[in-house]
């Protein structure tokens, strides 16, 4: 019988198990150093939070894998011996395997900062880094975050949810402004500093500075050279593959796993799912590694028909993604860059009270609908991925905006007010048709 090990049980890891199982007989093996059981890494800070315990974030019974034929192993490997097809784990054991699929997942940056690896320095990834924060958030009176990406702002809600003071340090001019437009990025700005977080914008971390016992006393600001006292430290300043293990084997590796469309490495019944994996060559306007859960899900379906006799390519279909910032929700379908390219206009609203806006990119000439940014207005995916395939214009977009709202029913809307803000910009003449609670998200 054919075995599969898969290193690695997050989102992509464990999709790709379940999927295999559906589809085949083959013997499965899933193995991981950081749990014993899957669980939801989205919903880490929920559990700081006291909103739930940990265990109501793995989404299956332990007996769901004994069920399934899903055989789990606890462990940390160490070295894939691709010639003789096994792999040594850090305890001295070996596994065999016929396919194996590397889903190692990311782990949080560092970039050599004296003091990185103090006690009380951490990311906000693993669930080890849980723990650590459990642990040194106990009599912690002031926390620095170094890092201006969506863990940062994740940590900042964690830290302040227990009164926790937080000094948050952004390298950029404003939050997140590599990817969010300049609106988006100021709404957010505010909406940090509205809870108490002491947000600072173009402030470089220098060094962490320890006490007697080796934990963190102080942060050094590079700019002003400010000692900050604290006692815990988030590195948040994004992830990176978590590929080390590696580093002198036969399978080619850049910033990550090499792979082709078809998410196989450079050494055959060899594959890479997930955040570790490195597509060859970009996939549309994607990056190359895609740290996100929904492609991570993705790719391990994608995989599973391959191992399962059926090769099949990697297709993610339009760019969509959601985030929360505190309590505004975001969501983004297609492209709308931090600075228009040549070809496109945009349409910006935001609402008076500036925590809700809408930012629609489309070609200038043709007015193809490009792309959306929504804060705080839930939007349907189906009716945005159909708008794309579809090539429809903004003004469409425009006239079915009840149609994409995916709010709560009694919650307030705003499509009028919005399709008439474009109707003054744009000279138009439109109206934000009624509701039809029918689908029109296909062309007959």
Known sequence: MEHVVIIGNGISGVTLARHVRKLSDKRITIISSETEYFFSRTALMYVFMGHMPFENTQPYEKGFWKKNRIELVKGLVKKVKSVSKELLLSDGSTIAYDKLVLAT???????????????????????????????????????????????????????????????????????????????????????????????????????????????????????????????????????????????GSEIEIGRGIKVNRYLETSVKDIYAIGDCA????????????????????????????????????????????????????????GWVWSQPKENESRFYWEHADGKICI?????????????????????????????????????YVMEHLKDANFDPEFYKTYEDEIVARFNQENGTNLSAKKKSWTRIFTKN
């Open 105 to 247: 997942g990311s782990k949080s940056n560092k970039f050599g900062w004296s003091g990185q690896d103090l006690d009380g320095v951490m990311g906000m990834y693993h669930k080890q880094d849980l723990e650590n924060l459990e642990k040194y958030a106990v009599n912690c009176k002031r926390a620095v975050i170094v890092g201006g990406g969506l863990i940062g702002v994740e940590m900042a809600e964690m830290l302040r949810s227990r009164d926790i003071e937080v000094t948050f340090l952004v390298r950029e001019k404003s939050f997140w402004n590599s990817v969010l437009p300049d609106g988006e990025s100021q709404l957010i700005n505010r909406h940090i500093k509205e809870h108490h977080v002491d947000l600072r914008l173009g402030t470089n971390l220098k060094e962490i500075v320890s006490d007697e016992n080796g934990r963190v006393k102080t942060v050094i600001i590079q700019e002003t050279e400010e000692e900050i006292p604290c006692q815990v430290v988030g590195l948040t300043a994004g992830v990176s593959p978590n590929i080390d293990f590696l580093k």
């Open 278 to 333: 490195e597509q060859r060559e970009a996939i549309d306007q994607r990056r190359p590694i895609e740290a996100v859960w929904y492609t991570g899900r993705m790719m391990g379906e994608t995989l599973a028909q391959t191992i399962c006799g059926n090769p099949t390519e990697y297709k993610p279909g339009h760019w969509f993604n959601s985030a929360k910032f505190f309590d505004i929700e975001y969501q983004t379908y």
């Open 359 to 395: 930012h629609i990119s489309y070609d200038k000439d043709t007015k193809e609908f490009i792309g959306i940014n929504t804060f705080g207005i839930r939007m349907r995916h189906e009716f945005f991925d159909s708008v794309l395939n579809n090539k429809e214009t903004v003004d």
